[in-house]
């Protein structure tokens, strides 16, 4: 299985930024695919995940609201758009899939990951 993320860069406060994340491999009908974070100095923590079949999604109560995530299945790719972003969102944001059905919000639930791309909001 490969993820490759892309769409990060520089954003004032206010604006949006939509991140997508290739997937190949295999197919992903009982995936839960995630987005996590990891600001500088800090632990990764989870934003949002997608199961990929049903198209169902969870949220953390940091960015719900503001942030959607979702799929395309014929291009196999995920994404995340962020909307109305702030400060507190500069991180580096990795795409992620867990082989389960069933959301995880630990990073140790997840058995793939891309490569991190970095989001910046300036204030």
């Known amino acids: 299985v490969q993820l490759q993320a892309c769409g990060g860069g520089l954003v004032q406060a206010g604006g949006s930024l939509r991140l997508s994340c290739a997937a190949s491999?295999?197919?992903?009908?009982?995936?839960?695919m995630g987005w996590f974070r990891q600001a500088p100095g800090k632990e990764r923590e989870f934003v949002a995940a997608?199961?990929?079949?049903?198209?169902?999604?969870y949220y953390a109560e940091s960015v719900k609201d503001r942030f959607a995530i979702s799929r395309d299945n014929a291009k196999n790719t995920l994404y995340l758009q962020m909307n109305n972003l702030k400060a507190e969102d500069t991180a580096d944001y990795y795409c992620a899939a867990r082989s389960s059905p069933f959301y995880s919000t630990s990073d140790r639930g997840y058995d793939y990951w891309g490569q991190g791309t970095l989001v910046t909001v300036s204030s």
């Open positions: 997608i199961r990929w079949s049903a198209g169902s999604t």
């Open positions: 491999g295999r197919t992903f009908s009982n995936y839960v």
